[in-house]
C-alpha cells in the first residue's frame, strides 16, 4: 500500500533540463560553460571547449570518441561523489554521428565503428530501422541525464547546432527557419523532454535595396554588432519555448547564463 502521508505540497524548482541551440560561433558553450559547478563533455568533432576562456570556468573531461564514452562518463557522475551541478554535452550534432555509428554496430554493419548518414539508411535492412535504432540509444542518453537530475539534482544542457530549413505550416504558407541539425524524430524527443529550449543569435534587419530594372534585393544588417542574443520563445524562424517559470521569461536576453539565471529568478518570483 502507498503511504498518503508521503504527499507533499512544498515548492521547490527542480534542476532543469536544457536545450540551447545557435548558429556557429555565436557562444552556445561559453553560456553553458558559465553554469554553476559545470562540467562539459566534449564530443568528437567539436572544439568549442578548446578556448583556454572555457577551460577557466569549467571542467572539461577528455573527448568522446564513441558512445561508450559519453555514458561512460555520465555513469561515473551519477555513482561518484563530485561537486558538479550541471552536465554539458557538447554538443549532440557530434553526438549524433556516435549514435549512429553505435546504432549501425547494433544492426550488424560497418563494424569498423563507423557511422554515416548513407549507413545508418542501410542499417538493419533500411525502411527507418537504422533511425530507429538510433533513437533507442537517444532514449537511453534522456535516461540517463534524468537519473542525474533525480538523484544528484544536476542541471543537464544539451548544445546543438542549427540548419535552415523550410517548413510547411498545415495551416498556412512554408516559410524558411532554423532547425536543429539532428534527426527530426530525435529532435521532437528531446523538444518534450526539455524543460526550456533556448536559441542563440545575432540581431538582424533586412533592408531593401533598389538594384534597378524595377526590382529589390534584401540585405541584411546586424543591429548592434558584436552583441549576442538569447531567445527564450519560439518564433516562425527559430525554436525556443519552456514550461513552468521558464514559459515566462522574456523573450530577448543579452547572451549571457547572469542575464538567464536573473530572468528566471524574477519569473519565479
Not at 554553476?36 to 570556468?57: H, M, N, R, T
Not at 556516435?98 to 535492412?125: E, H, P, S, V
Not at 533500411?126 to 540509444?137: M, N, P, R, S
Not at 547546432?161 to 498545415?170: A, E, I, N, R, S
Request: proline share 4%; aromatic share 8%.
Amino acid at each position: 500500500m502507498f503511504d498518503l502521508n508521503a504527499v507533499t505540497s512544498d515548492l521547490r524548482m527542480r534542476a532543469p533540463r536544457i536545450i540551447c541551440l545557435g548558429v556557429e560561433k555565436i557562444g552556445k558553450t561559453t553560456f553553458a560553460a558559465n553554469a554553476p559547478g559545470s562540467i562539459l563533455l566534449p564530443i568528437k568533432g567539436e572544439e568549442g571547449a578548446d578556448d583556454p576562456d572555457i577551460q577557466k570556468v569549467c571542467k572539461v573531461l577528455p573527448v568522446c570518441n564513441d558512445l561508450g564514452d559519453a555514458f561512460g562518463w555520465l555513469d561515473s557522475l551519477l555513482k561518484q561523489e563530485h561537486p558538479y551541478q550541471t552536465g554539458i554535452i557538447d554538443s549532440t550534432s557530434t553526438l549524433e554521428a556516435l549514435m549512429f555509428a553505435a546504432a549501425c554496430q547494433r544492426c550488424g554493419l560497418n563494424k569498423d565503428g563507423t557511422g554515416t548518414t548513407d549507413n545508418i539508411l542501410k542499417a538493419g535492412g533500411g525502411f527507418g530501422t537504422g533511425y530507429k535504432e538510433t533513437l533507442v540509444l537517444w532514449r537511453s542518453l534522456v535516461q540517463w541525464l534524468d537519473a542525474l537530475r533525480n538523484q544528484r539534482n544536476m542541471t543537464t544542457i544539451l548544445i546543438g547546432h542549427v540548419t535552415v530549413g523550410k517548413f510547411d505550416d498545415p495551416g498556412g504558407s512554408s516559410y524558411d527557419q532554423f532547425k536543429w541539425d539532428i534527426n527530426e524524430k530525435a529532435a521532437a524527443l528531446l523538444y518534450r523532454w526539455a524543460d526550456v529550449i533556448l536559441f542563440a543569435n545575432n540581431k538582424v534587419v533586412v533592408e531593401e535595396k533598389d538594384v534597378g530594372f524595377n526590382k529589390k534585393q534584401g540585405i541584411g544588417r546586424e543591429i548592434n554588432p558584436g552583441a549576442r542574443f538569447l531567445y527564450t520563445q519560439k518564433r516562425p524562424s527559430h525554436p525556443g519555448g519552456g514550461r513552468g517559470v521558464y514559459g515566462r521569461l522574456p523573450y530577448e536576453l543579452p547572451l549571457t547564463w547572469q542575464d538567464f539565471q536573473n530572468a528566471v529568478a524574477t519569473a519565479s518570483a
